[in-house]
C-alpha cells in the first residue's frame, strides 16, 4: 500500500511542472512549430454542430487536450521536441520533466472505477485493454460529488508512481464498453475491430469522435421496471432457413422477401424482440430491445433447431444511438426489417417510451443530488403509472447505493 500522503505530494508537483512547461509554453510552442492549433480547430469543427452548444469552456480544454495527445502520445512530437533549440531556456527539472513524458507516452483510456484507496485517487480498470492502475484526480472527486459515473474517458500521463488525467475529464452517466464499442463502429464505418485493442488503437489514431462523447455524459440508462431498455442485435448467415419448422412455436409473417418471427407479448413494450430473414442476403437477424427478450429469443430459436450464440453482436443504449445521430449527422435504424411489418406506426408505444425517458431525465439529476422527487406529482405531471415511477425511482435509488 503505497504512503498516500507521499504520493500526493509527487502528485501535485507533477501537476505543477504540467501547469508550467506544458500549458504555458509548449502547447504554445507545438502551436507555432507545427500548426497544431490550426490542426485542432479543422479535427474540432467537424463537430461543431454539437459542441456550440456546451460550455466554451470544454472547447478550449478539449483543444489543449488534443495538441498534449498530438506532443506525448507513443511516437508523438516531443521526441522530436525535445533536442530543439527552442527548449534551451528551461531548467534541468523542467527538461528531466519531458524526458520522462517522452519515455513514458500518454494515452486515452475507458474505464471503471474499480475502488477509491485515498482521497482523489481512484483505483481503475481500463475496459478495452484490461489493464488496471491507479489514478490522481481531485476532478474526478469533484464529478462524483454530484453524480454517478458508469465509465470515463481520460488522457492519462504517468509521473513516477501513478497516472494524472490532462484536460477535460469525460464521465458518463450512462454509457457501458458496449456503447463505445457501437460509436467506434459508425465511426470507422465499413471496418470491423478483431478486439478490444485493435479499437483503442483507433481511438489513438483518431480521438476526436469520441472526445465529443462529452455531449451525451449526463445521458441516463433508461428503464422499465426491471428491464433496461437497449438495443440488442445479432446477425448470422443462414443458407437454409425453412419457415415451416418455426410454426409451431412464432407467428410467422412474410413482406417482400423476408420473414419474421415473433411471439405474443415477447413483440410488444418493452421488448419488441423478432427475428428476422432475409432471403436474398440468406441472413438472420435478431432484434430486442431488452436483454431478456434477447435471451428468450436465442432460447426459443435454439429450440426449433439452431445453436445460436447468447452473445449479442450490439448491446446500446438508446441515448447512444440518439448521439450517434447528433455527431455523425446519420439516422441509424437499429432494427432495418421493422417497417415491412408496420402496418400503423406503434405511437402508444412510442410515446410511453418517451415519456420515460423524459421522466428519467428530470429524475436522475434530483437523486444524484441526494434529494428525493415528487414521485406523485411526477407521475402526474409526465402521465405515467405511479407504479412505474415509483419502480424506476427504487431502481436509480439501488444503483446509486452499490
Known amino acids: 500500500m503505497p504512503n498516500f500522503s507521499d504520493l500526493r505530494t509527487l502528485c501535485l508537483e507533477s501537476q505543477r511542472l504540467t501547469h508550467t512547461v506544458i500549458d504555458d509554453f509548449l502547447i504554445y510552442y507545438g502551436a507555432r512549430q507545427d500548426n497544431l492549433n490550426r490542426k485542432a480547430k479543422k479535427k474540432l469543427a467537424r463537430y461543431s454542430h454539437v459542441s456550440r452548444d456546451l460550455p466554451e469552456e470544454w472547447t478550449n480544454m478539449v483543444m489543449t487536450q488534443f495538441i498534449g495527445h498530438v506532443i506525448f502520445k507513443q511516437d508523438g512530437l516531443i521526441n522530436r521536441y525535445i533536442n530543439h533549440s527552442g527548449l534551451d531556456h528551461l531548467l534541468d527539472e523542467e527538461m528531466a520533466f519531458l524526458e520522462f513524458q517522452a519515455e513514458n507516452p500518454w494515452r486515452f483510456s475507458f474505464a471503471e472505477i474499480a475502488g477509491q484507496p485515498a482521497e482523489d485517487f481512484f483505483e481503475m480498470k481500463d475496459v478495452f485493454t484490461d489493464d488496471t492502475y491507479l489514478l490522481f484526480s481531485p476532478g474526478l472527486s469533484d464529478i462524483l460529488a454530484s453524480q454517478n459515473i458508469s465509465l470515463c474517458f481520460n488522457l492519462v500521463s504517468y509521473n513516477g508512481e501513478c497516472w494524472e488525467t490532462y484536460g477535460p475529464i ?27 485493442r485493435e479499437l483503442m488503437e483507433y481511438v489513438e489514431s483518431n480521438p476526436v469522435p469520441f472526445m465529443h462523447l462529452f455531449a451525451g455524459a449526463i445521458a441516463p440508462r433508461a428503464f422499465h421496471i426491471d428491464d433496461q431498455i437497449v438495443h440488442v442485435t445479432a446477425e448470422y448467415l443462414d443458407d437454409s432457413f425453412d419457415a415451416e419448422l418455426f410454426k409451431d412455436r412464432f407467428k410467422v409473417e412474410y413482406s417482400m422477401g423476408v420473414y419474421k418471427l415473433s411471439q405474443e407479448g415477447w413483440n410488444m413494450f418493452p421488448h419488441f424482440t423478432a427475428a428476422y430473414y432475409n432471403e436474398k442476403e440468406e441472413l438472420l437477424f435478431l432484434y430486442s430491445m431488452t436483454d431478456r427478450g434477447f435471451r428468450y429469443l436465442v432460447k426459443e430459436l435454439n429450440s426449433c433447431g439452431y445453436d445460436l450464440s447468447f452473445q449479442s453482436d450490439f448491446r446500446v443504449n438508446t441515448g447512444m444511438v440518439q448521439l450517434t445521430n447528433d455527431l455523425l449527422k446519420k439516422e441509424i435504424n437499429m432494427n432495418p426489417y421493422s417497417f415491412l411489418f408496420t402496418s400503423e406506426p406503434p405511437e402508444e408505444d412510442n410515446r410511453h417510451l418517451d415519456k420515460i425517458n423524459t421522466l428519467l431525465s428530470g429524475m436522475v439529476p434530483l437523486v444524484n443530488a441526494g434529494k428525493k422527487p415528487d414521485l406523485e406529482m411526477m407521475s402526474i405531471t409526465h402521465d405515467v403509472p405511479f407504479e412505474t415511477v415509483q419502480a424506476l425511482y427504487d431502481r436509480l435509488k439501488e444503483s446509486q447505493d452499490q
Not at 450512462?174 to 460509436?183: A, K
Open 170 to 196: 469525460s464521465a458518463y452517466n450512462g454509457f457501458e464498453p458496449s456503447d463505445i464499442r457501437f460509436f467506434a463502429t459508425q465511426v470507422n464505418r465499413g471496418n470491423w475491430f478483431e478486439n478490444d
